[in-house]
Antibody
Framework: EVQLVESGGGLVQPGRSLKLSCVAS????????MNWIRQAPGKGLEWVAY????????YYAETVKGRFTISRDNAKNTLYLQMTSLRSEDTALYYC???????WGQGVMVTVSS | DVVMTQTPPSLSVAIGQSVSISCKSS???????????LNWLLQSPGRSPKRLIY???KLDSGVPDRFSGSGSEKDFTLKISRVEAEDLGVYYC?????????FGAGTKLELK
């Protein structure tokens, strides 16, 4: 069974940083691209970032480009999202996902507020 | 980026009624491998999204055959026959042919 377990969320002040992690199991993590997708409270789903299996290809949404960094450690089956210069509009539930395959974590909440 | 235009934004239905949701993309979703990566997801309250249908019309395991997907190129439809209470929530279309992946804005299915 595929499992994606996110961690690292919390309350952070505007302008500060936070790093999310996602531990994957139930599939060969190193073979697949991975994504971060977020959902602001009461809003729809927004794709945030993608990283290919070997980290050669990385893409970001325009709303986070230059502030967020996606990375992975295939030896640890772990996906990361380093978030810097956080803004109130980054407040959301962040999912680690392979959405095309139908694999989603439970999400981790990030709240940016003073 | 591919824009996914999903309608209607909400539906109020009675149990047993049938409904349809439309999703139109700004570009063809036919990939270079000839597959069309259009998914339909259901997000029940307080839950992570769950994939119901992939590649336009293929039902995920355990999804009732009351659900069906159709369409091609840029025009897609999700149909739910004989709505049940467990079907309530927000439905999203998702295209996975082009990066960045993009979602429709969602359709909230509520009880009348």
């Amino acid at each position: 069974e595929v499992q994606l377990v996110e961690s690292g969320g919390g309350l952070v002040q505007p302008g500060r940083s936070l790093k999310l992690s996602c531990v994957a199991s139930g599939f060969t993590f190193s073979n697949y691209g991975m994504n971060w997708i977020r959902q602001a409270p009461g809003k729809g789903l927004e794709w945030v970032a993608y990283i290919s299996s070997g980290s050669s290809y990385i893409y970001y949404a325009e709303t986070v480009k230059g502030r967020f960094t996606i990375s992975r450690d295939n030896a640890k089956n772990t996906l990361y999202l380093q978030m810097t210069s956080l803004r109130s509009e980054d407040t959301a539930l962040y999912y680690c996902a392979r959405p095309i395959r139908g694999h989603w974590g439970q999400g981790v909440m990030v709240t940016v507020s003073s | 980026d591919v824009v996914m235009t999903q309608t209607p934004p909400s539906l109020s239905v009675a149990i047993g009624q049938s409904v349809s949701i439309s999703c139109k993309s700004s570009q063809s979703l036919v990939a270079s491998d000839k597959n069309t990566y259009l998914n339909w997801l259901l997000q029940s309250p307080g839950r992570s999204p769950k994939r119901l249908i992939y590649q336009v019309s293929k039902l995920d395991s355990g999804v009732p055959d009351r659900f069906s997907g159709s369409g091609s190129e840029k025009d897609f439809t999700l149909k739910i026959s004989r709505v049940e209470a467990e079907d309530l929530g927000v439905y999203y279309c998702l295209q996975g042919t082009h990066l960045p992946y993009t979602f429709g804005a969602g359709t909230k299915l509520e009880l009348k």
